[in-house]
């Protein structure tokens, strides 16, 4: 099983950029698809974006959508959040997933670290 750990989060103003990372153990990282994921106090865990095993394809929540970019590196087994013209409604704990299936790092995750906190001051 892969194992996540999950960095960069912080405190930021509004309109501000945040890089976060997440770097896996283990020798399958390429195989796998990577997601993040997001709770804010008193919600649900959300959707936020997903790549696939090769990075060729990508996938949005609308409200991060053109704001957020997810990329992965598979030579250092990490994959990036960049987060660019933060609003406090983002304010929340950010989880990176993984799963073999794409359908899965969009919709329920498989594999967590234990987040990174985000905040996003006005």
């Known amino acids: 099983q892969v194992q996540l750990v999950e960095s960069g989060g912080g405190l930021v103003q509004a309109g501000g950029s945040l890089r976060l990372s997440c770097a896996a153990s283990?020798?399958?990282?390429?195989?796998?698809?990577m997601g993040w994921f997001r709770q804010a106090p008193g919600k649900e865990r959300e959707f936020v974006a997903a790549?696939?095993?090769?990075?060729?394809?990508?996938y949005y929540a609308d409200s991060v959508k053109g704001r957020f970019t997810i990329s992965r590196d598979n030579a250092k087994n990490t994959v990036y959040l960049q987060m660019n013209s933060l609003k406090p409604e983002d304010t929340a704990v950010y989880y990176c997933?993984?799963?073999?299936?794409?359908?899965?790092?969009?919709?329920?995750?498989?594999?967590w670290g234990q987040g990174t906190q985000v905040t996003v001051s006005s």
């Open positions: 997933t993984a799963a073999y299936s794409i359908v899965v790092v969009t919709t329920t995750g498989g594999s």
């Open positions: 283990g020798r399958t990282f390429s195989s796998y698809a």
């Open positions: 790549i696939s095993w090769s990075g060729g394809n990508t």
